[in-house]
């Protein structure tokens, strides 16, 4: 039978209900997690790890760079990996490790759940069951698994806090469909060479999302001295306002006279940044900006706080910023 590592990171899906809410349980999540799924062993071999127990609101880079350093120091051991995983930020921390871990050869499943397990109608079985047996098949990349779908991480974004098909892949076909048969799409494996851990990230990226009526002047207080990057999460294709006293075009301006780069994505979840459709775009590419394609928030975020890790040059950041690393874009 296959070896799966199953990491344990706290979510959801290692909680416990008390009264009206809900609250982490490290001591019992796996006793639950046997008692209520015995039918895991049929699957492969598992060994739980409990890696740290946090809502995933709290999680950051340091978390990422854990987890990367968890896979690499077990990676010989175990022929697939699993982790549990909070829901909220589980895009971010899965885009994250797309790019950290570089040459992967055996599959990454985040999955988590919209239930604690241990509740009646929980979705944690199921996911969980399909994330096993998913580990254990030929993907060589980052996914994550939810309600009978496997999405590329960093392709993916998280669509609902209500429903049970929580996350969702607008621009990108899921990797597999799980019915009666799992019905594999994608088994791409990105680059050639040895596995390496490279998950270090910066935090001098900062999001500033566009609406009407935005006053620039808010801006002026940010110390563009601490910022290697901006992401400017526009309208549709790359808009924004660019006329009278709204006009983002000084804040550009700006970033490009202190160096910081500035990336434009669509808050329009089904949507790609070309910024020579629109008067804006045109004006946008003048003053130094750059698209990002169909790359969700989580992917730009990410891929950035790794480039800007790596590279010091602005121009090759910006450069490899527009290519696609692991199926990002």
Known sequence: MKKILLIQTGGTIAMNAKGAGV??????WSKVLYEEIPELSEIAEITTFPLFFEDSSDLNASHWMQLAGCIEDKYDTYDG?????????????????????????????????????????????????????????GFKEVGICFNDALYRGNRATKMSIGDFD????????????????????????????????????????????????????????????????????????????IKGKNSLLPFLDKCRENNVIIAIVSQADFDSVDLTQYTAGRAALKHGAI???????EAALTKLMFLLAHYESKTDIEELFQQSIVGEL
């Open 23 to 28: 609250e982490l349980d490290p001591e019992s």
């Open 166 to 241: 929580a996350f969702g892949s607008p621009n990108f076909s899921p990797l597999a469909d799980i019915g009666i048969q799992i019905e594999t799409r994608v088994f791409e494996q990105f680059g050639s060479g040895k596995f390496e851990n490279k998950a270090t990230y910066s935090d001098e990226v900062f999001v500033l999302t566009a609406h009407p009526n935005l006053n620039p002047e808010l801006l002026d207080g940010l110390n563009l001295n601490k910022i290697r990057a901006v992401i400017l999460r526009a309208f549709g294709s790359g808009n924004f306002c």
């Open 81 to 137: 990996f699993v982790i549990l995983h909070g829901t909220d930020t589980m895009a971010y921390s899965a885009s994250a490790l797309s790019f950290g871990l570089q040459h992967l050869e055996k599959p990454v499943i985040f999955t988590g759940s919209q239930l604690p397990m241990s509740t009646i109608r929980s979705d944690a079985r199921r996911n969980l069951v399909n994330a096993i047996e998913l580990a254990t098949m």
């Open 291 to 297: 698209g990002g394609n169909d790359m969700t928030l």
